[in-house]
């Protein structure tokens, strides 16, 4: 196994940080700011950001998940399937406009079309057989992950902090994306989250972590320029954490998230690219660092997944750390009353968001999706601004300054 | 109810377990079961015949096929691109069935003529 390390990288190793692609150019005052195209990473990027399996086999099996996640989506937004669901509707008395049925209601209207039943048992049986077939592997090879891990813990580079005395709170606990443990309950959570989305969830288009590259390569600088210390709240397995590392070099980058296994993991992986991000267990809504600390504070498919309560916390205490001209990129799911991402008031759009929130097991999106984050932001005291060229594929980002 | 802690080791913590596992999403949960599992064998047919991809790519080039090299084998950009076109057309060939439009049938049959598409 020892050997399939070698050959087949957890992670792959350290590669230089300069990628063939990459230019180094000033941005304004002193900030190193590295331009990355995400779009025609060199082969120095994709070898750093590519995950490969030890065994040819569970490489085979997430393979498959990943065809199954694009003919799912292709195939339910194929226009014969589009006309086929408002026939069904039209055929039954229903409207196409909006309606005053309740989301489950809504979802219970389509499931009595069959391939509407049949699609959405392919899409969650296959999400479910991802996550199996990726958490069999690493239970499978426990001790090497585990080893791998504990060799980066204090190695780094880039501190790793667990806090086993905070108080994690109840809403965090869930099995959110029905991810067996949740992003609490497991080791191998942040291998999984990490694995599952470039290899299978993302369809093939995020493969070496592209769209975190994007989104860190599109995200405003204060209008100073200097960008000197970078917050990513919510990070996850860490992926955008270590894209502005790779923009921002010699920046201190932090990400933070609730879940230990996830923080455990994204250092992990960032020290294995030799970046040395900076990652904490912490909440979001009660972060620990100084006041005006922070340059830049990003965060992406964050506030979903939270409660409006803690929503509304995150957003005062960002204002907190943030100093006078920051700039926080903010990137999260479209409201349902936007038609733009296939969403509104209609049977469809009430389908898709119950089906997300109950089958995707999203416990706190059915109220995000009817919330007003932005205004949140701005009842914090942010200057708020909507992105016209987001990055993040159909979420478009919002940028909230904190003013001078 | 007592505050939630995590290792401070592993940063594992207690979870909420959900219930997604146990819905019904067609007109019985033993249908359910059996695409489900259908879902798994194809999965497993799939990784199989990738594996055998490997294996002739292997005995093309070298005549001979070692195990090691075998589990580190890395397709070519062009393998990669050519493996997962032929797996996307599989997964076509045999999910789109499960999505196919139905009627009920009755005594007349469909009538009008269908501009030909060059392919049965």
Known sequence: MTDHLNRRSVLASAVAVAAATATVGEAQAKTVDVKIDANNL?????????????????????????????????????????AGRQAYLESTGHSLGETKLSHEEAWNVLMQYPPYAARTRIEWANHDLMYENMFSHLHKNRDMYLAAMDAT???????????????????????????????????FAGFAYHWT????????????????????????????????????????????????????????????????????YAHHRSAKMRLGCNFAQRLAEDSKFPDNHFDVVFDFLLTHEVTIAAAKKIASEMFRVMRPGAVWMHNDLPREDNPKAGLGHTIEGKAHVWNTHRHNYEPWYFRYAQDDFPGMLKAAGFDVQVDNDPRGGFIAAVYATKPV | MPEIKSDPKTGVAP??????????????????????????????????????????????????????????????????????????????????????????????????????????
């Open chain 2, 15 to 120: 979870f909420i377990k959900g219930d997604w596992n146990k819905a019904v999403y067609l007109d019985s949960p033993h249908t359910d079961n059996l695409m489900t599992a259908f879902l798994g064998l194809s999965g497993e047919h799939w990784a199989l015949r990738r594996r055998m991809m490997v294996l002739e790519t292997m005995l093309a080039k070298n005549k001979s096929v070692d195990l090691a090299a075998l589990e580190a084998f890395e397709p070519s950009a062009e393998q990669k691109v050519a493996w997962d076109a032929e797996r996307d057309d599989f997964i076509k060939r045999i999910f789109t069935v499960f999505t196919r439009e139905t009627t009920k049938q009755t005594a007349d049959v469909p009538t009008g003529a269908t501009p030909p598409t060059g392919k049965l």
């Open chain 1, 197 to 264: 989305l470039t290899e299978a969830y993302y369809g093939g288009s995020s493969r070496y972590d592209e769209l975190h590259t994007r989104m860190a390569q599109a995200c405003r600088v204060p209008a100073t320029g200097d960008v000197n210390r970078i917050l990513d709240i919510g990070c996850s397995a860490g992926m955008s954490t270590t894209a502005f590392k790779e923009r921002f070099p010699d920046a201190e980058v932090w990400g933070i998230d609730v879940a230990g296994p996830m923080v455990r």
């Open chain 1, 42 to 82: 060199s082969p120095e990027m994709k070898k750093k950001h590519a995950v490969r399996f030890p065994k040819l086999d569970d490489e085979g099996r997430l393979n498959f998940s990943e065809g199954i996640r694009r003919w799912q989506l292709a195939d339910k937004e194929g226009k014969a399937a589009v």
């Open chain 1, 153 to 187: 813990d204090k190695a780094g580079p880039g501190k790793l902090e667990l806090n086993p005395d905070m108080a994690l709170p109840e809403y965090t606990t869930h099995e959110i994306h029905r991810m067996p443990g949740g992003y609490v309950g497991d080791p």
